[in-house]
């Protein structure tokens, strides 16, 4: 483990390699044999269940229900929204036959030719038009409306550049897909969606987060609108972690999806979409980790707490299990995850830097002397300070301190945006920070001409419309033309 | 709801098209626009999410952790383990191409011939070949054993004939995949796996099951031996509804998986894998339901406890309200989940008709005279019986019930299958009992060839050699020679 640190490519080094090797470090992911796949280890498995599981507790309490659509789409579904196929078509897993056989030169096996489908499927990159399809045949009158459905899927896009977890061919996320009898409902459910998305971001992933809408050129395929929460990495790079469509009639129109209104009117159906992916975990790895390792927030942390006991012979380790099993189970009592680590076969130094590059948020350290001095060490992880404790007590002691790591680190990761956010008045002085990284806050003149010549003269795309801050009028640092409000640049994963 | 009702096929006029309505009006599932896809629709998904979290805290409990494998398998890993590839090669979704482009002649998309996959890659029928592969890199030592990861996902099967639940295109499962360092630790795991299983389908399920391994015909693809649970349905027909294997070291040879072990010398790794899938809804539904809709076992009813206020005018429902309100915390403080339908554009008669029908284990009426007298009126589900209970402690006496109904369900079931249940000696007598469905106990003289003889002439197969009971030898019904044991014989699902 010692010599896997030092492996630990430093930040300032190569921030980008510092991210893969943590990756893999730690156990959270690695390479699959097929390109751009990745397999989800089982460290790295247990924080997506946990993210799982809360978001799953707030999507119900919103009042929605999981369901489960078909992996496969029929490839002509695609095509029945314009911009949809447009914007998904380029990336498509498409299955052509059902069957293989015995290779008649004897190697292996081979695709049967007489199984080819009469109509190609694609692999789900997103489940609107099949669940449309479905929805058709549910839903008739505004009695059957609204329906609030999400559901847990793995999702592919055939993505040329992946990186883990960031941008992956294959990946895990929820999508849920709203409809609605009227325009007003659907907007104030995706609007209401991105707030529990910001809501998750913050007081569980301890990330900040910038609510806003997407400029139409970063708008979802599909959608009318896109809301959207961005996040920023240390590197100053911003990273799209939630999006929430308010997808008009669009997709109600493609699939023929209309309903009897409370006035007796044929109508047709409003929508929304919105999802999350294992994207997150990259979010929650990039805003918080050192050059010692993970650093997780307390409220997504598999293991909250580990103890680990120095002792020097047998009796001093049965005195520490004695001292340690209250402890243990007080804090189980609690709902606290605690691991209690007296595997004799790891020196404690060892053990020390394995659960500091796991991202373990408190560990205590429990000697001899500590036992006749009714004391303990601890140490955080986020600032990897040290502190001694009295054993009485420790257990709402480490609750406390729990709490406190959750809002410090989220305390430090929003003075890092707040330090590295900028307001700027000309492209001059545009180009200029934008080469520092961070957040830019500028006019523009809201076409998307002048996004695209910003995006191939600087790499800066908007990544939002803020929905808060300064709403002052301006003019366009690129054209001079009328600017409603500064939008919000920077480079982006 | 009442014509719906009227609607469902009587068992005994055909008990295959009673079970196909009852998915569909009790909103379990319906089928998709994609061929031998099902779409599983809420309510279906919340008794599979009760499932799964039930499951997952047995595999939790019993030491494993979940992990994610790539969907995607490259169509040589099939190759590599030669009864494997055998046994799914004809029935793999077959993915050859990753884009699609405009098609030329202006009609949708098509398949971009210049986006051909240098090799094919299957859609997951099971992970055992990208789950070797990938243990081959986590597994040097004995120290790294045993492995013991699940992974809940979604595989493809290209089936030819099927039916909702029992047998999809794609289907829900998890399947576990361990390592080990010596046969007798694959062997207990393999064993220890289905006794989960087993007291899953018992206790939440209220499935009774037969334990046994399967005979050679049966078994696994790839696997050195497959234990099995057989559920009996009301039809007489067996339901296999999970399967443990123990598959030696066949993957780990295909995948070239060696250890050091602790003797210092390289050895093949020892394996197993074990399954189940949304099948099981499959067998709950068969096993309770009956002519007006599903029966839930209380242990995996998403609504354990419905209530349904029967009143004249505001005032009466304004007073049940009242009265109903500490019930439903108490209920709730108890962990029991109950709903409270007091939608007033729905008559009480339409709503029971409905509680019914989805299988909603305890029903509570209440109208004004109720109040008056301070009592209630219980219709249990299971057996349509009403009654008159008291108010004062209709909390506990619910929770009493529920428990009641969990145990005549199993008990119901498992009489069911123990009076449809025969010994026979002779092949004459055999032909002609199979004819009458349920499960035979027979003597076989443990050949592959009078096994497929007796599947030819009778449509039977061997469902397991059971673990439990009789095991005094005897001779084979067909050849006359020496049989070890009687083995369980059915028409299968």
Known sequence: MAKELKDLTKRSENYSQWYNDLVVKADLAEQSAVRGCMVIKPYGYAIWEKMQQQLDRMFKETGHVNAYFPLLIPKSFLSREADHVEG?????????????????????????????????????????????????????????????????????????????????????????????????????????????????????????????????????????????????????????????????????????VKFINNENQLEYVWATSWGVSTRLMGALIMTHSDDNGLVLPPHLAPIQVVIVPIYKNDEQAAEINRVVEPILSELKSMGISVKYDNADNKRPGFKFAEYELKGVPVRLAIGARDIENGTVEVMRRDTLEKSVAQLDGIANYVKELLEEIQGNIYQKALKHRESMTRTVETYEEFKVEIEKGGFILAHWDGTPETEEKIKEETKATIRCIPFDGDKTPGVCMVTGKPSTQRVLFARSY
Chains 1, 2 share one sequence.
């Not at 007489?114 to 929805?135: F, G, H, K, V």
């Not at 301890?206 to 929460?229: H, L, Q």
């Open 88 to 256: 998904f078509a380029k990336e498509c897993a498409v299955v052509t036959h059902y069957r293989l056989k015995n290779d008649p030169e004897g190697k292996g096996v081979v695709v049967d030719p007489a199984a080819r489908l009469e109509e190609e499927l694609i692999i789900r990159p997103t489940s609107e038009t099949i669940i449309w399809n479905t929805y058709k045949n549910w839903i008739h009158s505004y009695r059957d409306l609204p329906i609030l459905c999400n559901q847990w899927a793995n999702v592919m896009r055939w993505e040329m550049r992946t990186r883990m977890f960031l941008r992956t061919a294959e990946f895990l996320w929820q999508e849920g897909h709203t409809a609605h009898a009227t325009q007003e409902e659907a907007l104030a459910e995706a609007t209401k969606m991105l707030n529990v998305y910001a809501d998750f971001a913050e007081n569980y992933m301890a990330v900040p987060v910038i609510k806003g809408v997407k400029s139409a050129n970063e708008r979802f395929a599909g959608a009318i609108d896109t809301y959207t929460i961005e996040a920023m990495m240390q590197d100053g790079k911003a990273l799209q972690s939630g999006t929430s469509h308010f997808l008009g009639q669009n997709f109600a129109k493609a699939f023929d």
